[in-house]
């Protein structure tokens, strides 16, 4: 499955956290049905539907025929990961922001439950992971040549089939500290 770079029409789907949490999860743990989801959500099968048919409508997901009947129907993702570039996409700051602003909320809940089951994870995973931050002086060039490394390690990272491997999120979080009064940098 490739990538996908929503217009403004689907990044305005995507801005709904349900929606952002659905996509997330049929990438991760593989097709479901509305009814599955619903549950998995805490959400009533009604709402389900109609957010499956909003991912559906932008091309994020699709019915998985392969699976269920008329009454019985499965989705799963249609790609495996979503990209934004505002600047290439003439997307303006109010959408794109609204989208981050979900997307952070969701990075932060993951974390959230991470950090909650880390004293119960088995000894050979209970050091692997970073909750690590850096602050460095950087120019823009400096910095988008950053985040292109720091991704292109994180993209020839292959899966492994290895009985031991276990999912293993990655966030990649860069940004320009807030507050700064660029006046005075």
């Known amino acids: 499955m490739a990538a996908i770079t929503p217009d403004i029409a689907g990044l305005r789907a995507l801005s709904h956290p349900v929606r ?30 109609y957010h499956l048919r909003q991912l559906a409508q932008h ?16 989705w799963r993702a249609a790609h495996s990961e979503t990209r934004t570039d505002a600047r290439g996409q003439g997307i303006d700051g109010e959408h794109m922001e609204a989208y981050l602003a979900t997307v952070a909320q969701l990075y932060a809940d993951r974390l959230r439950a991470a950090v909650a089951e880390m004293s119960f994870l088995p000894e050979e995973w209970a050091d692997v ?13 400096q910095a988008e040549a950053l985040v292109q490394r720091l991704e292109a390690i994180i993209e ?11 999912p293993f999120a990655v ?9 700064l009064p660029w006046g005075e940098r």
């Open 20 to 49: 952002l949490r659905m996509l997330g999860l049929l990438r991760t743990e593989g097709p479901a049905t509305a009814t599955t989801l619903a549950a998995r959500l805490d959400l009533n099968t009604g709402a389900t539907s």
């Open 59 to 74: 091309g994020f997901i699709v019915e998985d025929t392969d699976r269920g009947n008329a009454r019985d129907r499965w």
């Open 129 to 141: 992971g970073s909750l690590s931050d850096w602050e460095l002086r950087l120019t823009p060039a």
């Open 156 to 166: 020839e990272t292959t899966s492994s089939d290895d009985p031991e491997a276990a």
């Open 171 to 179: 966030n990649l979080n860069a940004f320009v500290r807030p507050g």
